[in-house]
């Protein structure tokens, strides 16, 4: 049973680009949420996606968003990036209200 | 706003010695209650949650919790740790009642574990 695989494991990008981030939930979940971690914190809740739509949101800007596929997986774009955006970003599923998470080993994105 | 306070940022301890990790959260409603843990260049792995019932939670790997509605506490414990449990613990809330199911993490504690 596989469980929440993230890519790309890492990935560096220039201040001002774009980047996308990939989640598949673990086998028989429907929500996906997504995480920011930064360097000696804790996990920052972004958003969540639930049935395709963003059922809740965190205390993040626009330039963050998201998308969930009828499959259940889900995207994380950040726009113009910030050298503070620079952290490790995990995706973790769960099924309907449930609110046990299922993380996964997340995706370490550096912006110089 | 929900938050979720780790009074301990470092716990140094010996190995076979007895150890609890510290969480309070700030909340009037009901909540559910989780304990995660991640090693170094990895996800988080859930430990334990409390939704209901029993206010003592037991998790994998012999650890366990207890719930204080009261002083509004979720105190991690075990009682002899090994070097394997050397790792960064992460307490977490949720409310039962809020349109989605995201979690508040705290800042974490960072457990190491000592010969």
């Known amino acids: 049973d596989a469980g929440v695989t993230q890519s790309p494991t890492h990935l560096i990008k220039t201040r001002g680009q774009q980047v996308t981030l990939r989640c598949s939930p673990k086998?028989?979940?429907?929500?996906v949420s997504w995480y920011q971690q930064a360097l000696g914190q804790g996990p920052q809740f972004i958003f969540q996606y639930y049935e395709e739509e963003e059922r809740q949101r965190g205390n993040f800007p626009d330039r963050f968003s998201g998308h969930q596929f009828p499959n259940y997986s889900s995207e994380l774009n950040v726009n113009a990036l910030l050298l503070g955006d620079s952290a490790l970003y995990l995706c973790?599923?769960?099924?309907?209200?449930?609110?046990?998470?299922?993380f996964g080993p997340g995706t370490r994105l550096t912006v110089t | 706003a929900q938050s979720v306070t780790q009074l301990d940022s470092q716990v140094p301890v010996f190995e076979e010695a007895p150890v609890e990790l510290r969480c309070n959260y700030s909340s009037s409603v009901s909540v559910y209650l989780f304990w995660y843990v991640q090693y170094p260049n990895q996800g988080l792995q859930l430990l334990l949650k409390y939704l209901s019932g029993s206010t003592l939670v037991k998790g994998i790997n012999g650890f366990e919790a207890e719930f204080n509605k009261s002083q509004t506490s979720f105190h991690l414990r075990k009682p002899s740790v090994h070097i394997s449990d050397t790792a960064e613990y992460f307490c977490?809330?949720?409310?039962?009642?809020?349109?989605?199911?995201?979690?508040?993490f705290g800042k974490g504690t960072t457990l190491s574990v000592s010969s």
């Open positions: 086998s028989g979940h429907d929500t």
């Open positions: 977490a809330v949720s409310e039962p009642n809020q349109a989605g199911t995201a979690l508040i």
């Open positions: 973790a599923s769960s099924t309907g209200r449930r609110h046990e998470q299922y």
